[in-house]
């Protein structure tokens, strides 16, 4: 929980503080003075006896007990004035804007580390050092510009990035957004993203709380606490979007499995946001869109209704919404002709519905009211209106106003004329309302935000019996690659089903076991990796000549220590995959299998554990599901079959967090079932 002498101070020390407003020291001050921080205020310099008209102590000992220190002084002299802080004046909130530490070096990492372990001892919160600051409704305690409107109702931002915490914060204000609070982390020694996300969890009341919260996170030190705060509020009834920097990775990354190569963290990032329900962004624009449609109504079905007096942005709004699988339908209700009417002659209301660059507000008015009313088919509305800098367009802003505060359905405003209509834009935002510039950005972010609304991932645990047999044989087997045997008894009590099989020691072993599961066979060198790759993979082996030749070729290679025979299973080739991605759990994989793995990738994935349901939506995600349920009088496969199956090995993997990398590889798929061919489970304990 974060200290409310760091959110609601009584009294803050500014030390560093100037008179010069271009220092990190001197602007604070006066961004605490001009935005009427409530209680006290006290600076410290060495060299002044007054600051910006507040007095000014030459050494930190002579300041009276503060609640919040804002520290902005060279790195080497910050731990003696927490230390008197912490100590002497029961400072229990703390700001350092000071670089130098472990973003530097070594050594300033080990000064970062006695800073938290100081302020740790009293309890206290620390956010920094090398950030920008907090704002929020109670003080503005950042150094930089321009500081938002702040509203308890606005946006809470929490900020990996300083600078861009401001980019973002500059290109919102233009949009209508507004604040609730904004945290910047900096290098995130004791309070990171994770923690503010927790705070605002812990704190949240539906009643006087911001329900969206957006994040620009650079590294994600700790997935389960992000995704236990994430859902909780999402839960509570909170919208979240976050921007993931730092999504490319350089070099290669060696593996030794299928899920192993196509792994990566970044993946692992989409599959935690996904879990959670927070919706990804790929760039500032972006995120503040989303952020704007969240102060809207909620979108509940995909036929929007593009209302405009402009052709050509309604055209790209139309295709960018279609492609994302949203719908503009054609407007064919008996009431259309009634509306037509009421228009100029030459609009048109099939949808979009174009009332002419000479539409007027009156118009816009009628055209609104029959979507909301009449057209039951229209789920929401999107009302592009500029102008060519020939006329005001005030009363029809008023219109759209009036019209979002009242109508059930939602209303979006595209307002492309950021020149032309400048005043009127403003307007429209004092009014508390949000826009939108770009009708392309507003699409996009509209199809995101309403696919998220309507995913849901179910991390619900697939129940087995054997649970405990699955513990024994993690428990007993060493690091490194599962024997055939211990792989076949871990999916037999995972209730995976497998082709029969049996691994061969010696020539008696094989003979007998030929007769057991009958020919056609096939014949697997047992220790090699990736067996085809030496040519370990013998098929269709229909009698003892053959079976007895190619036990003794296989045996020659050197990494082959047994032979594994199978019986011969047709059937399209599926995959099931699991890869440990640190400290963000098991991402699981399905897919087809075989060669196309490499070839198509055409995967899905998700964060273990989750259901059957879930599975069967990942399945249903592949550009290969048309094959799976059988196209041109090709048989599909048993799709439930598949989705079970996958939802298992996300339990499996759930129960036995040891497995590292897991490959069924491949499944062999028809309608009457599904049987797994070849396995590898490697185990990092």
Known sequence: MLHTSLLNPKSIVVIGASNNKKTPGGSVLNNLLTHKFKGDIYAVNPKETEVQGVKCYQDISDVPSVDLAIIAIAAKYTLATVRTLCREKNTRGFIIFSAGFSEKDTEGAALEKLLCEEINTVNGSLLGPNNIGLMNSNYAGVFTQPIPKLDPKGVDFISGSGATAVFIIEAAMASGLTFSSVFSVGNSAQLGVEEVLEHLDETFDINTSSTTKLLYIESISNPQKLLKHAKSLIAKGCNIAA????????????????????????????????????????????????????????????????????????????????????????????????????????????????????????????????????????????????????????????????????????????????????????????????????????????????????????????????????????????????????????????????????????????????????????????????????????????????????????????????????????????????KKEGDFGHLVFCGLGGIFIEVLKDVQCELAPFSKDTASEMIQNLKAYPMLKGIRNQEGVDIEAYASITAKIASLVTIAPEISELDLNPLLGEKTGILTVDARICIEK
């Open 243 to 578: 921007i993931k920097a730092g999504s490319s990775e350089d070099g290669s990354r060696a593996a030794s499995s299928h899920t192993g190569a196509l792994a990566s963290s970044d993946l692992a990032v989409d599959a935690l946001f996904r879990k959670a329900g927070i919706i990804r962004c790929h760039g500032r624009n972006e995120l503040i869109s989303v952020a704007s449609i969240f102060s809207y109504r909620k979108l509940t079905g995909k036929n929007i209704a593009i209302i405009t007096h402009a052709g050509g942005p309604a055209v790209m709004l139309t295709d960018v919404l279609s492609k994302n699988g949203l719908s503009v339908p054609e407007i064919t209700n008996p009431k259309s002709e009634e509306l037509l009417t009421k228009l100029y002659p030459g609009s048109s209301v099939t949808n979009p519905i174009d009332f002419l660059a000479t539409g007027t507000a009156e118009q816009l008015s009628d055209i609104i009211d029959y979507c909301e009313h009449e057209f039951d088919e229209i789920d929401a509305m999107v009302v592009i209106f500029g102008s060519p800098g020939l006329f005001e367009v005030y009363d029809v802003y008023d219109v759209l106003s009036d019209k979002i505060n009242s109508c059930r359905k939602p209303i979006y405003p595209v307002l492309p004329s950021v020149v032309n209509v400048k005043d009127e834009i403003n307007y429209f935002i004092n009014k508390g309302h949000i826009n939108f510039s770009d009708e392309v950005d507003f699409g996009n972010a509209l199809a995101k935000v309403y696919d998220t609304n309507m995913l849901t991932i179910d991390d619900s645990i697939v129940k087995t019996e054997k649970q405990q047999q699955i513990r024994s044989i993690i428990d007993g087997a060493s690091d490194g690659y599962l024997t055939p045997e211990n792989v076949k008894d871990l999916l037999i009590a995972a209730d995976i089903p497998m082709v029969q099989e049996k691994v061969c020691y010696s020539e008696s072993e094989l003979l007998t076991a030929a007769v057991a599961l009958e020919f056609p066979l096939v014949m697997k060198s047992v220790g090699p990796i990736h067996k085809s790759d030496i040519g370990g993979v013998v098929l269709n082996i229909t009698n003892n000549k053959d079976l007895l030749q190619h036990y003794y070729t296989l045996l020659k290679h050197p990494e082959t220590t047994a032979v594994l025979i199978q019986q011969m299973k047709k059937g399209m080739e599926l995959f099931i995959g699991a």
